[in-house]
């Protein structure tokens, strides 16, 4: 977690703002991996990853950021809300299914059906 938010102040000093997506989701997701971890605490590390990846257009680092929050949501038994998050993102992808991040999407996909 230090070393997440030295990046994420270094974003702010220096404005560069490439990574600042994986930045919020990693943060969620170690918020969600410590024993007890603030699930509300995570999923907004998550909504603001969606946020900043869609705002930069990387579709990519969106579809990992909103699997990490259908992962969640699921685990708290939200799973339309999951899958009407995840399935318009996973459907924007034409190409690159054999890639981790869309096979992740994918499995959690077809879990959720």
Partial sequence: MTALAEAAAAVEE??????????CRLTGELTVARHGGNRAEAAAC????????????????????????????????????AYDLLAPL???FTEGFDTPDLRAAKALLDALR
């Avoid at 220096?14 to 930045?23: D, F, L, P, Q, S």
């Fill in 46 to 81: 998550f909504r603001s990853a969606i946020e900043v990846a869609g705002r930069q257009g990387a579709k990519a680092l969106e579809l990992r950021a909103a699997t990490s929050l259908a992962r969640l949501w699921r685990n708290q038994g939200k799973q339309q809300q």
């Fill in 14 to 23: 220096t404005g560069e703002r490439r990574w600042e997506a994986e930045i």
């Fill in 90 to 92: 996973y459907g924007w």
